[in-house]
């Protein structure tokens, strides 16, 4: 029976939800004060939570900041809070804390009923025989490239192949729809999901590696999110000083952008991750701080059939030149401390995975002249990638001035500099369109 729980200090509110709601199959617990409801939400561990703004003890927009902060203690309970039309700005602020739904007092029942509806409906919920377009994944984990590129997309003739928009990779695993960055890809994603699941209702998390712009301007195009059935979960660091959601408000700020991230009708949630381990459902996380400008992290998704680090945007340590020893034409190569145990970590990090999708955005020339922009020459990934025993490695995050021919060569000298390192490791280029199922 799914679990419901309403904070209320007014008990015939509290009593008519309870009455409704127990009549729709739900198993409902009350709290009167917020302090209460809190304890109650982390024992009791609710589908939903449904508190008023102005509760005593704790009100609505602190019990919503407190979940939304402390998902390793409350991994999938949703928030619905309720205020009264005279509070106008009630609504903005509960939805900037990060509530899935607000509900305005005095509540319609249907209302109330077509929000649960849509907090909740998942494939266990949906009539038997009628499987969704999910199923046929559901033992798989399947990786799809969306946008390969770095910096800016790059349309036309001369990137046909491998594709122009910029970084954005799909995760299908344990029913899970995790979408790895934003960048001009996610366009085309948000298309064939809504053409895919039509009026079904979607649960995704983005999660992204920091807020560079090729790795968020596709947000404000992706369609699901203008669906109000639709949840989407963001997740990343704090990537600047005003804060994630600030970060990525501004970009949608009036006169970049039409319609602002709080008009988005999708139920949006944008949360600061803490720790650098978490899960999004049985999908375990991890993620690592990696060398380059701001703050930017690589993740790896564990599933049950193999893993996937994601590691778009990195500067390998191995060639970088010291600033001192450049006018002495030494290279970091020749100063094993501590550079090298920078990559030590990261090929702990990526030990053994299925996929790695890796940051090879220069050839050894131009990387020369990029020291310290914080992107890898492609030799370099792919050695890192064969001495951590990966098994399927993808070149990634190509350079804007990279046409077709130029990635294929580059990936060519790739799988030359593999094959003398041994191992078993299978050198590609990311490319659009590519999709690996494992
Ligand atoms: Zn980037
Ligand atoms: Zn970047």
């Avoid at 005279?86 to 509960?94: I, K, N, Q, V, Y």
């Avoid at 999901?193 to 992706?222: M, Q, R, V, Y």
């Avoid at 010291?322 to 990261?346: C, I, T, W």
Wanted: proline letters at 5%.
């Amino acid at each position: 029976m799914k679990k419901i729980l309403v904070i209320d200090e007014d008990p015939v509110f509290r009593n008519t939800l309870n009455r409704l709601l127990s009549e729709r199959g739900w198993e409902v617990s009350e709290a009167e004060d917020g302090s209460k409801g809190l304890e109650m939400v982390v024992q009791h561990q609710p589908r939903v939570v449904v508190c008023g703004m102005r509760t005593p003890g704790c009100n609505g927009y602190q019990l919503t900041q407190f979940i939304q902060g402390h998902r390793e203690l409350v991994p999938a309970t949703q928030v619905v809070v309720t205020t009264a039309a005279s509070h106008s700005r009630d609504r903005e602020t509960a939805l900037e804390a990060g509530a899935n739904a607000v509900l305005i007092k005095p509540i319609i029942a249907a209302e109330l009923f077509k929000i649960l509806d849509g907090l909740t409906r998942t494939e266990s919920d949906k009539p038997a025989g009628e499987p969704g377009p999910e199923a046929h994944v559901a033992h798989k984990t399947k990786v799809r490239f969306w946008g390969v590129r770095g910096s800016l997309p790059t349309p036309g003739a001369g990137t046909v192949f491998y594709g122009g928009n910029t970084s954005c990779v799909e995760v299908r695993a344990e029913g899970q729809i995790i979408i790895l960055d934003a960048g001009s890809g996610i366009r085309s994603l948000g298309v064939q999901l809504a053409s895919e699941f039509k009026n079904k209702s979607l649960e995704l998390t983005l999660l992204l590696t920091h807020t560079h712009w090729d790795h968020i301007h596709g947000f404000p195009f992706f369609a699901p999110a203008y669906d109000p059935k639709n949840v989407v979960r963001v997740l990343s660091y704090e990537g600047a000083r005003r804060g994630l959601e600030a970060t990525l408000s501004i970009q949608m700020e009036s006169p970049y952008f039409p319609i602002s991230l709080q008009q988005m009708p999708g139920n949006i949630t944008i949360q600061e991750l803490k720790g650098l381990s978490f899960k999004i459902g049985s999908v375990k996380v991890e993620a690592m701080f990696v060398n380059h400008p701001g703050v930017c992290v690589g993740y790896r998704l564990f599933t049950s059939c193999g893993s996937v680090a994601y590691l778009p945007d990195n500067e390998l340590s191995r060639r970088r030149t010291n600033p001192g020893a450049s006018e002495l034409g030494r290279s970091v190569s020749e100063m094993p401390q501590p550079s090298q145990r920078e990559d030590q970590k990261l090929i702990e990090f990526i030990k053994g995975a299925e996929v790695a999708i890796m940051d090879s955005q220069y050839d050894e020339n131009e990387y020369a002249s990029h020291v310290g922009w914080g992107h890898s020459c492609a030799d370099d990934a792919v050695a890192v990638a064969v001495q951590a025993r990966v098994k399927n490695f993808f070149l990634f995050h190509h350079d804007p001035s990279h046409n077709d021919d130029k990635i294929s060569r580059m990936l060519a000298k790739a799988k030359e500099v593999a094959a003398p390192l041994g191992g078993a490791t299978r050198v590609e280029a990311a490319r659009e369109g590519l999709e690996i199922e494992f």
